[in-house]
């Protein structure tokens, strides 16, 4: 009895084993999906590879195939820098001589034009250095007419040499003060030609060497500044450059004359443009960078001085095989293309419904709206890629595997 329920056993057994490998092999066949690639090849594709539109989606998606374009695109290397003046549109203002500040008229951000007053000091020592060349001119008056007299008396009496000698070398020294005290007057700006014993002038001018921005003041009424001190700072904005670093491994791409696009964080994605104009001969051993001078297109005096900036250098077209921006979605930080998966089998044809496959590519250059591209895989020539409405053709795939993964 023992041994007839052993084989009864066994064969309930054996029964079982066959089910359950029947179903297992029943639910591979259901979930593997067999389609032909480009060269009409079997292979298998799980539901996520493929996304599939009725013409209705098609049309209402705006959804366009094509195929590559052989384009002209250029390649950049990326670099960062800041907007900046060159030291002749750069100015610090400090006073020629020590004084004490009786006017100042602008504050920072004020336009100026070239030889405006920005501010007037008075001191005593104004007055002396003026004073001082007065008398010398006096004495120099009295001189010329003695030396005229005593080379007369010279030419008639060998024993008056003595006393010409004297009086050409005190008129010589003489000469040579007056030189110098009217360099100095010059300087901190009194003309001399306008000076007499009847007036001298109190004050002296600060000026704007050229017309500009004042960027920075350091004065109050009363402060006494010396030429240690900087009343003010000035910039002329129409001559804005862009100072950028390059990393090493990029710098030999770099020539000069080639296009900068360039953009500035604090004003949105607008776009500038420029060219290189010095390539650096020093190099950065800590940051491995050179500086690359650069030019703007037109000028721009609402920039300004330091402002950070994200810049590519162009580098010279090359032609390659280029689809528009939109073809090209991304995913999990990969790049993918669609093209139209044609099926064979007329018994599965739907010919309301059109089925697209996800293609691994890689990218390159992106220029104009169209980026470099490569497939991963070999396409036909003539494989119908999806140009427009990649997007909505991604969506319709995650959706799917969304409710596959349920």
Same mark, same amino acid.
């Given at each position: 009895?023992?041994?007839?329920?052993?084989? @009864?056993?066994?064969?309930?057994?054996?029964? !079982?084993?066959?089910?359950?490998?029947?179903?297992?092999?029943?639910?591979?066949?259901?979930?593997?999906?067999?389609?032909?690639?480009?060269?009409?090849?079997? %292979?298998?594709?799980?539901?996520?590879?493929?996304?599939?539109? /009725?013409?209705?989606?098609?049309?209402?998606?705006?959804?366009? /195939?094509?195929?590559? *374009?052989?384009?002209?695109?250029? %390649?950049?290397? &990326?670099?960062?820098?800041?907007? #900046?003046?060159?030291?002749?549109?750069?100015?610090?203002?400090?006073?020629? +001589?020590? %004084?004490?500040?009786?006017?100042?008229?602008?504050?920072?951000? #004020?336009?100026?034009?070239?030889?405006?007053?920005?501010?007037?000091?008075? +001191?005593?020592?104004?007055?002396?250095?003026?004073?001082?060349?007065?008398?010398?001119?006096?004495?120099?008056?009295?001189?010329? *007419?003695?030396?005229?007299?005593?080379?007369?008396?010279?030419?008639?009496?060998?024993?008056?040499?003595?006393?010409? *000698?004297? @009086?050409?070398?005190?008129?010589?020294?003489?000469?040579?003060?007056?030189?110098?005290?009217?360099?100095?007057?010059?300087?901190?700006?009194?003309?001399?030609?306008?000076?007499?014993?009847?007036?001298? $002038?109190?004050?002296?001018?600060?000026?704007?060497?050229?017309?500009?921005?004042? /960027? &920075? !003041?350091? @004065?109050?009424?009363?402060?006494? !500044?010396?030429?240690?001190?900087?009343?003010?700072?000035?910039? #002329?904005?129409?001559?804005? +450059?862009?100072?950028?670093?390059?990393?090493?491994?990029?710098?030999?791409?770099?020539?000069?004359?080639?296009?900068?696009?360039?953009?500035?964080?604090?004003?949105?994605?607008?776009?500038?443009?420029?060219?290189?104009?010095?390539?650096?001969?020093?190099?950065? $051993?800590?940051?491995?960078?050179?500086?690359?001078?650069?030019?703007?297109?037109?000028?721009?005096?609402?920039?300004?001085?330091?402002?950070?900036?994200?810049?590519?250098?162009?580098?010279?077209?090359?032609? !390659?095989?280029?689809? =528009?921006?939109?073809?090209? @979605?991304?995913?999990?930080?990969?790049?993918?293309?669609?093209?139209?998966?044609?099926?064979?089998?007329?018994?599965? #044809?739907?010919?309301?419904?059109?089925?697209?496959?996800?293609?691994?590519?890689?990218?390159?250059?992106?220029?104009?709206?169209?980026?470099?591209?490569? =497939?991963?895989?070999?396409?036909?020539?003539?494989?119908?890629?999806?140009?427009?409405?990649?997007?909505?053709?991604?969506?319709?795939?995650?959706?799917?595997?969304?409710? +596959?993964?349920?």
């Amino acid at each position: 009895m023992q041994r007839i329920s052993y084989h @009864i056993f066994l064969l309930i057994a054996f029964i !079982v084993l066959v089910l359950f490998s029947s179903c297992d092999s029943k639910t591979t066949s259901l979930e593997s999906a067999s389609i032909k690639d480009e060269h009409g090849h079997e %292979g298998e594709a799980g539901p996520k590879e493929l996304a599939i539109f /009725t013409s209705q989606q098609v049309e209402a998606t705006g959804l366009e /195939t094509g195929s590559f *374009q052989q384009m002209k695109l250029a %390649g950049y290397i &990326k670099a960062n820098g800041m907007l #900046d003046l060159p030291p002749s549109n750069q100015a610090t203002i400090n006073p020629p +001589h020590q %004084g004490f500040v009786e006017k100042t008229r602008f504050l920072e951000g #004020d336009y100026v034009k070239k030889g405006t007053v920005l501010a007037e000091l008075s +001191h005593p020592d104004y007055l002396l250095l003026q004073q001082e060349y007065l008398e010398v001119n006096s004495r120099l008056t009295f001189l010329t *007419q003695e030396l005229e007299r005593q080379r007369t008396l010279a030419a008639a009496n060998v024993s008056a040499q003595k006393r010409l *000698q004297e @009086i050409e070398s005190e008129f010589n020294a003489m000469t040579v003060r007056q030189l110098g005290l009217k360099e100095r007057l010059g300087y901190i700006g009194i003309v001399t030609q306008k000076l007499s014993t009847g007036s001298m $002038q109190r004050r002296i001018a600060i000026r704007a060497p050229f017309s500009g921005y004042i /960027t &920075k !003041v350091n @004065i109050r009424l009363g402060t006494l !500044v010396g030429p240690e001190i900087t009343m003010y700072e000035m910039v #002329d904005n129409r001559h804005m +450059h862009l100072e950028l670093k390059v990393f090493e491994k990029d710098l030999f791409q770099v020539k000069k004359g080639q296009r900068i696009t360039f953009r500035l964080p604090t004003q949105g994605n607008k776009s500038y443009e420029g060219e290189v104009h010095l390539i650096g001969r020093e190099f950065d $051993q800590e940051n491995r960078t050179v500086n690359i001078h650069s030019h703007l297109e037109g000028e721009h005096p609402e920039f300004v001085r330091g402002l950070y900036a994200e810049a590519q250098i162009w580098l010279d077209a090359r032609t !390659v095989p280029a689809l =528009p921006e939109s073809a090209i @979605i991304s995913d999990e930080g990969k790049s993918y293309i669609f093209i139209e998966q044609h099926e064979h089998d007329e018994e599965q #044809d739907d010919h309301d419904e059109k089925q697209y496959r996800k293609v691994l590519v890689r990218t390159g250059v992106t220029e104009n709206g169209f980026t470099e591209v490569y =497939p991963v895989e070999s396409l036909r020539s003539d494989a119908e890629i999806v140009l427009s409405g990649a997007y909505y053709l991604m969506a319709e795939m995650n959706k799917g595997e969304a409710e +596959h993964s349920h």
